[in-house]
């Protein structure tokens, strides 16, 4: 960042403000109007505050990877050939003898998640002139977008608990800073939202079918090119809540009692089909490859940890086997839901990571120790999603990862899920909610 950050974001912020302002009437009812341009703001902070933090603090990082030596010479196209500019943003992701001189500097190049963030930065910046600051705010409006989109589901469903939903959809600091700059997370949390809102309108909600299929696509789309693995978990636990969702719906109970088993069955065979096939198309996923894929990255972040003095842990000796894989499921979904512990921060944003899990901590024995959940969760299908999704990915980021600074943003997608689900099994109302 530089001095053109100071002058350009400004102009931005009031701009972006603006439309916001104008846009806010359509998308908001009067319980959620006045959440709307302050959780747009915390993400301005966040877009910013992450850019000041990965510079000034870490010394560099993924963030001006992607602009540094990946945006910039898209600028530089841009600038030179407008062709050659647009090209390298909708084109095929290939080197030409036009493009050489500038994708032999794009450190992503050929990697088609990575450069696909780079690709999204280059747009941008060129409606910004290439600053920093302000790609970055047009990132955090996406993933905004998400957010917002991902609220507006859960307070159709808990509308009595909109208050509380927003502060862990929309205030929560972990996702207004990994969820805001110019990252991938950023696209993926975004997409997740928005596909999240298409299939609940599809599914449930039977309204604006056609938009609701652009979002679906969409958000399937970015989140497949930018990071399979939440694919893999959400789709099956989109599964258990969709044939959970119809079987409710049948008043008989011999009928509920014969079609369980099925419905199981349909669950776990669509499930295995759809991680078949997103390994079909990422071989590095794939059912064969899978144990070593969390092998080879658990061990490379603990040995990359280790060596820079950084955040490690380790859930103790087992094989990458499926059978071993089972035994780490519990160690890796606590990991993911409540490390680092607040004695095992190493610095200012692991400290205030632990302090955010210590709410989670707080909120899980709450709903453990209050009565009825089981059945509210089984009178909200939607919780089940929730949970389901919660649970998986947390057992996939914690297995694989191994380094907390890094968990802390890779558990991002599930962590509006968790914190959904426990807020509302917490402040419930004694009547169930229509």
Known sequence: MGLQDLFVTPLYIILLSALAYFIRPYVTTPETKKYFLPALWV?????????????????????????????????????EDPFIGLDLIFG????????????????????SASYFVVRVAGLFDIFT???YSSTALLFSVLGFAGQWAMY???????????????????????????????????????ALGLFF??????????????LSVILVLTGFWIIYTVKIYIVACFIPSAIVWI?????????????????????????????????????????????ESLAYTAESTAKWNYYVSNRDEGSGYN?????????????KFFPAVITSFFRPFIWEARNPVMLL?????????????????????INYISSHPILILCLFFAVFFGFAVGVTTYNFGSLVRYRIPMIPFLMAALVVLNYRKKKVEA
């Not at 990965?54 to 898209?74: A, E, M, P, R, V």
């Not at 032999?104 to 190049?109: E, L, M, R």
């Not at 809102?197 to 056609?210: A, C, E, P, S, W």
Request: a positive charge; proline letters at 2%.
């Open 129 to 131: 002139f290439h600053t």
């Open 315 to 327: 859930l103790g000796d087992f094989d990458f086997s499926p059978t071993g894989l089972a035994k």
């Open 243 to 287: 044939f959970y969702l119809y079987q409710t719906r049948l008043k008989n109970l011999i009928i509920k009692l014969l079609i369980a088993p099925v419905v199981v069955t349909l669950c776990v065979v669509l499930a295995g089909f759809a991680a078949i096939k997103v390994g079909e198309d990422n071989s590095r996923y794939s059912i």
């Open 43 to 79: 993400r301005f902070f966040g877009a910013i505050m992450l850019g000041v933090i990965y510079q000034f603090y870490y010394g560099g990082g993924d963030t001006f990877t992607y602009f540094n030596l990946g945006s910039k010479w898209i600028w530089e196209a841009f600038l």
């Open 92 to 111: 095929a992701g290939e080197v030409t003898p036009e493009n050489f001189q500038y994708t032999q500097h794009i450190y992503s190049f050929g990697d």
């Open 197 to 210: 809102y298409g299939l609940t309108d599809l599914v449930q909600f039977h309204r604006n079918k056609i």
């Open 152 to 190: 507006t589901v859960f307070v159709k469903y808990f509308r009595k608990q909109n208050r509380y939903l927003a502060y862990v959809l929309l205030f929560l600091p972990s996702l207004f800073f990994w969820g805001s700059g110019l990252l991938k997370d950023t696209l993926t949390l975004g």
């Open 353 to 373: 990571s632990s302090l955010e899990n210590f709410i989670v901590i707080w909120l899980v024995l709450a709903v453990v120790l209050k009565k009825g959940s």
